[in-house]
């Protein structure tokens, strides 16, 4: 569903770098979330928006933040990267009925 | 707290027998239930919800609250059936997963 795009698709980084990934949807949908997909655990829930002046935890909120810059934008930023934080990241939207998902950011950490 | 359950890490069958993928949860209030599905290379889709009671691609799924279960069945696999599956319960914005089930049909 090419309404929710992810940037970038794929990174490389070292240990204690700065990273931020970035959502963006043209769906309208005021609910945003950024999961984490790892091998055996499925996703895991990071933060999630109802609209550009709520931000919520989810399950493993530690190591991450979010921005709502806009209806449409949702970035998750890791401040200091680790290991363990390699993973395939998905964002998705929610409308009345399911979530959207976008194509996922594979980010490895050296 | 809500949990979501997969117990099958893999489950393979061969073409044409039917297929049951399992899905367990914990939850006390009315669950929302679904069922996603990831083809390779793909991303994250919804293959059915529980209030809707439909069938899709000859999928089904059942909500039993007395077993707290919605397993996903089919009768006949199918290869193209092969994916990654995940069972997601809803508690009004909240959306959690299972840890997902791969399915491979074999001809």
């Known amino acids: 569903d090419a309404d929710v795009t992810q940037t970038p698709r794929n990174r490389i980084t070292k240990t204690g770098k700065r990273i931020m990934l970035e959502c963006s949807q043209t769906k309208g949908h005021d609910r945003m979330y950024w999961y984490r997909q790892d091998p055996g655990l499925g996703l895991r829930l990071i933060y999630y928006?109802?609209?550009?002046?709520?931000?919520n935890k989810g399950e493993i909120s530690d190591g991450y933040s979010v921005s709502r810059q806009a209806q449409a934008k949702f970035s998750l930023s890791l401040e200091s990267a680790i290991p363990n934080q390699t993973a395939l990241y998905f964002c998705?939207?929610?409308?009345?009925?399911?979530?959207?998902f976008g194509p996922g950011t594979r980010l490895t950490v050296l | 707290a809500q949990r979501v359950t997969q117990p099958e890490k893999l489950l393979s069958v061969f073409k044409g027998a039917p297929v049951e993928l399992k899905c367990n949860y914990s939850?006390?209030?009315?669950?929302?239930l679904f069922w996603y599905v990831q083809y390779s290379r793909q991303r994250l889709q919804l293959l059915l919800r529980?209030?809707s009671r439909e069938s899709i691609k000859g999928f089904t799924a059942d909500l039993n609250k007395g077993e707290t279960s919605f397993h996903l069945k089919k009768p006949f696999a199918q290869e193209e059936d092969s994916a990654m599956y995940y069972c997601a319960l809803s508690r009004g914005n909240d959306m959690r997963f299972g840890a997902g089930t791969r399915l491979t049909v074999k001809p």
């Open positions: 939850y006390s209030g009315s669950p929302e």
């Open positions: 928006s109802f609209d550009v002046k709520d931000i």
């Open positions: 998705a939207t929610r409308g009345a009925d399911t979530q959207y």
């Open positions: 529980h209030i």
